[in-house]
């Protein structure tokens, strides 16, 4: 059974930082593209940053550019995101996702990856 398990998720001060990390039980991790999610309450789920299953290409919400790092260890089967600067609008529940395609497919606002984690909390306080 396949499972993505995300741990690193807290409450900080706004300014501060966060490292999320997704521990995923996949066979073939490498490939696989990765991708953080996030939900905050009474909005809808959006990308915040993907990486690529080839060559490690990331893309980043326009929200979180600059401020947030999206990195891979095929050899450990896991995939961060480095969160600096946070602001209250990042407070969300942040979800890990994986697909086998080069990206998630999406429609009408809606993602549809292969699989999805449990979700984390972050929380920031101003």
């Known amino acids: 059974q396949v499972q993505l398990v995300e741990s690193g998720g807290g409450s900080v001060l706004a300014g501060g930082s966060l490292r999320l990390s997704c521990a995923a039980s996949?066979?073939?991790?490498?490939?696989?593209?990765m991708g953080w999610f996030r939900q905050a309450p009474g909005k809808e789920r959006e990308s915040v940053a993907i990486?690529?299953?080839?060559?490690?290409?990331?893309y980043y919400g326009d929200s979180v550019k600059g401020r947030f790092t999206i990195s891979r260890d095929n050899a450990k089967n896991t995939v961060y995101l480095q969160m600096n600067s946070l602001k209250p609008g990042d407070t969300a529940v942040y979800y890990c996702?994986?697909?086998?395609?080069?990206?998630?497919?999406?429609?009408?606002?809606?993602?549809?990856?292969?699989?999805w984690g449990q979700g984390t909390q972050v929380t920031v306080s101003s």
């Open positions: 996702a994986a697909t086998l395609r080069e990206t998630f497919p999406c429609y009408s606002g809606t993602c549809y990856p292969d699989y």
């Open positions: 996949l066979r073939t991790f490498s490939s696989y593209t």
């Open positions: 990486i690529r299953r080839s060559g490690g290409v990331t």
